[in-house]
C-alpha cells in the first residue's frame, strides 16, 4: 500500500495540538500547545478562555506540525479531527478549521472520536498490537472499560456514574491545597504518603459491574477532612492523596481484571490522560502479568490529549472508507462507535 | 478576488467579490438561523463550484472579526483561518458592526446598526458616509473629464461597542440628525427606541437589514487597500466582552501564550 500521511488536529479541551502521521504509527510530528498555565489562574478549564486560546493558536500548531515534519501541505494525504466528545467551543474551532483547510486543498477529512483517539494512542508505540484488546479510557472527562472488537468497532463495558477519574483527582488536590492540575501532583506527593493510612471506599456498581463511581470517593475524603477538622486534629497531605490514589487505582484495576476474566482477550491497554499516573501504569502491569495478559500503554506524550492519537484514528477510519463531509459539525457528547 | 464570510449572528452568509472590477461574483445568504458550523463551509463550497472560481484566484478572505455571537465569530474566524492558512493568503478583519453600516454605502443619513447582545445591550456604532470630492479621477483625455465623479468614505461617529439601548437612544438624540437603523437588534429595540428617539429615523428594509458578506468584502478590500490585513496566524476576533470567568475574577487571560510540548 502507498504511504499515507495523516495530519491529525485536536482542541477538544484545553490543548491545542496538531501532528503529522505517517501509516498510522510513525509519528513524524507531535505539537501540543498547552493553555493550564490559563486556566490554573481560575482552578479548573474555563470552556470560553480556551476556546478564545484555540482560535489564537491552532493556526500556528499546525504550521508548526508540517514544519517540524519537514512536509508541505500538499504532502498530506488526509486530515483527521477531534468532533467529539468534548467542549463544544473548543471543538468548533479545530472542526471550523480542519474542514476548511482540507477544503482549501481538496483533501479528505475525517471526523475522529476522541476517545477512540485516546485507545489508538496505542498503536504508535505498539506496532504490531491489533483488535480485539480490552482497552480502559482514563481521563479528566472520561472513564471507560472498552472492548476494543475492531478497528473502530467498540464496545463499552462500563462507564462512570458520576466524575470521571481525573476529575475525582482534580477535585481532591484541591481540597488538599495541592491546586490544579491534580493528576500528575498527587502522582507525585502520593510517593511520600502511606495509601494504607485512610480506609476510602472501593465503590461498586451493582447493575453493570464494570461501571464505576467516583463521586462518594470524593465525599469520603472531604467527609474525612471535615471530620479531622471538627476534632481540631491536622491531617498529613501525602497521606491523604496516597490513600485516594490507591483507592482509585484499586477500583481501575479490579474492574479491568474482572473483565480480562470475562472476555480473556490477549491484550489489555490503558490511554487516557490518567493513564500517564505512574501508580497506576505500575499496579496494571503487575495485575496483567499475573493474569498472563499482554499489557500495552503509550508514553505519557501520548495520553495527554495530543493529536498524533487523532491522526492514528483517522488513518484506520480512513482505511475502512470512512470519510466525513464539508458539514462535519461539533459534537460534544458524541458515544463511543458512533458516526 | 476577495472571499467574504459573516456567521456573526444569526446570518450566515458568503460571498466573492471581484474587487478590481467592482462585480460580485456570487454571494449566498442564509437567515433561517441554522448551525452555521453545518453550513458555513458548504455554502463556500458552493459558490465556488456553481461559478468555477479557482480556489488559488483568491487574494484574501475578509471576515466579520467581531462582536457577535462567540460561537458564531468562531465559526466564521476558524474557517477563515484554515482556508487563509492553507492557501496562505491574508485575513482582513471587518468590525462586525461597520460591515453592517456599509451595507447603506451612500446613504446621506447617520447610520446605526442595532445588534441583539443579550441582558438589554446591544453592540452598536454610529457611522456616516462623506463625500471624496477630490478623488474625482483624473484623465488626460479632457472630452473624458469625469470632474463630477466621487467616492464615499465611510466615517465613525461612534465606533462599534456594547452598550445600554437607552444610552445609545440619548446618542442618537444629541446628535440630531436622520438616521437609517438596521440590524437583528431592531426587532428586539424598535418599541423602545421609537419611545425614546426624538428624531426622524427609519428601519432599513429586508436585503440589506441584516450581515452581509459581500460589504464585508467590500469594506475588506478597502481594509486591505489600507494595510490592515493579518496573517491566518494572527487573526483572533473581537468579542467586545470578556469570559464570565474573567469578569467574576477580576483575573484576565491575555498575555499567556502557554507552553508547547
Known amino acids: 500500500m502507498k504511504d499515507l500521511f495523516v495530519l491529525g488536529i485536536e482542541s477538544s479541551c484545553d490543548e491545542t495540538a496538531a501532528s503529522v502521521v505517517l501509516n498510522g504509527h510513525k509519528v513524524l510530528s507531535n505539537v501540543i500547545s498547552s493553555q493550564i498555565d490559563i486556566h490554573t489562574l481560575y482552578g479548573g478549564v474555563v470552556p470560553e478562555i480556551a476556546s478564545r486560546k484555540h482560535m489564537e493558536r491552532i493556526d500556528r500548531v499546525v504550521k508548526k506540525a508540517l514544519a517540524d515534519a519537514g512536509m508541505s501541505a500538499d504532502d498530506i494525504d488526509v486530515i483527521a479531527v477531534t468532533y467529539g466528545p468534548g467542549l463544544v467551543g473548543a471543538l468548533l ?66 462507564r462512570t456514574r458520576d466524575d470521571a477519574a ?174 | 478576488m476577495i472571499l467574504g464570510i459573516d456567521s456573526s449572528s444569526l446570518t450566515a452568509s458568503v460571498a466573492i467579490l471581484d474587487e478590481g472590477n467592482d462585480l460580485v461574483i456570487a454571494e449566498y445568504t442564509v437567515n433561517t438561523g441554522k448551525t452555521h458550523s453545518q453550513t458555513l463551509l458548504p455554502m463556500i463550497d458552493e459558490i465556488f463550484r456553481l461559478t468555477g472560481t479557482v480556489k488559488k484566484d483568491i487574494a484574501a478572505i475578509a471576515v ?35 460591515g453592517l453600516a456599509y451595507n447603506c454605502y451612500g446613504y446621506s443619513e447617520i447610520i446605526c446598526p442595532v445588534m441583539d447582545a443579550r441582558r438589554e445591550q446591544t453592540y452598536t456604532g454610529i457611522y456616516e458616509f462623506v463625500k471624496n470630492e477630490g478623488d474625482a479621477p483624473v484623465s488626460d483625455d479632457k472630452d473624458m473629464s469625469e470632474a463630477g465623479a466621487y467616492t464615499y468614505t465611510m466615517k465613525s461617529i461612534m465606533d462599534q461597542c456594547a452598550t445600554d439601548i437607552g444610552l445609545l437612544a440619548d446618542r442618537l438624540n444629541e446628535l440630531g440628525r436622520d438616521t437609517v437603523i438596521l440590524g437583528d437588534g431592531v426587532p428586539v429595540f424598535r418599541e423602545i427606541l421609537d419611545k425614546k428617539l426624538k428624531i426622524a429615523h427609519t428601519y432599513a428594509p429586508a436585503g440589506i437589514n441584516r450581515q452581509s458578506a459581500v460589504s464585508i468584502a467590500r469594506l475588506g478590500a478597502r481594509y486591505m487597500s489600507e494595510g490592515k490585513a493579518v496573517s491566518a496566524a494572527d487573526f483572533a476576533p473581537e468579542y467586545l466582552r470578556q469570559s464570565q470567568a474573567e469578569r467574576e475574577t477580576g483575573i484576565s487571560a491575555d498575555g499567556h501564550e502557554g507552553q508547547e510540548a
Open chain 1, 93 to 158: 474551532v479545530g472542526v471550523s478549521y480542519a474542514k476548511s483547510y482540507a477544503w482549501a486543498y481538496d483533501k479528505p477529512l475525517v471526523g475522529v472520536h476522541h476517545i477512540e483517539g485516546h485507545i489508538c494512542a496505542n498503536y504508535i508505540e505498539h506496532e504490531d498490537l491489533k483488535p480485539p484488546f480490552l482497552s480502559l479510557v482514563v481521563s479528566g472527562g472520561h472513564t471507560h472499560l472498552v472492548n476494543v472488537a475492531d478497528y473502530g468497532k467498540y464496545e463499552i463495558l462500563g
Open chain 1, 166 to 339: 481525573g476529575e475525582a483527582f482534580d477535585k481532591v488536590a484541591r481540597v488538599i491545597g495541592l491546586g490544579y492540575p491534580g493528576g500528575p501532583k498527587i502522582d507525585k506527593v502520593s510517593y511520600d504518603g502511606d495509601p494504607t493510612a485512610y480506609a476510602f471506599p472501593r465503590a461498586k456498581i451493582s447493575e453493570n459491574e464494570y461501571d464505576f463511581s467516583f463521586s462518594g470517593l470524593k465525599s469520603a475524603v472531604l467527609n474525612e477532612l471535615n471530620a479531622l477538622q471538627m476534632k481540631g486534629l491536622s491531617y498529613v497531605q501525602a497521606d491523604v492523596a496516597a490513600s485516594f490514589q490507591q483507592a482509585v487505582v484499586d477500583v481501575l484495576v479490579t474492574h479491568s481484571m474482572a473483565a480480562i476474566d470475562e472476555y480473556k482477550p490477549e491484550c489489555f491497554a490503558i490511554a487516557g490522560g490518567v493513564a500517564s499516573n505512574t501508580h497506576l501504569r505500575k499496579a496494571m502491569e503487575e495485575a496483567c502479568a499475573q493474569k498472563g495478559v499482554r499489557f500495552c500503554m503509550p508514553s505519557p506524550i501520548y495520553c495527554t490529549d495530543n493529536a498524533a492519537m487523532i491522526a492514528v484514528a483517522g488513518y484506520h477510519e480512513y482505511i475502512a472508507g470512512n470519510t466525513s463531509g464539508w458539514d462535519l459539525n461539533a459534537v460534544p457528547a458524541l458515544k463511543l462507535g458512533q458516526r
Open chain 2, 64 to 98: 466579520a472579526a467581531g462582536p457577535g455571537s462567540f460561537t458564531g465569530l468562531r465559526i466564521g474566524g476558524a474557517t477563515a483561518k484554515g482556508i487563509a492558512g492553507a492557501l496562505m493568503i491574508p485575513v482582513i478583519p471587518v468590525p462586525t458592526v461597520e
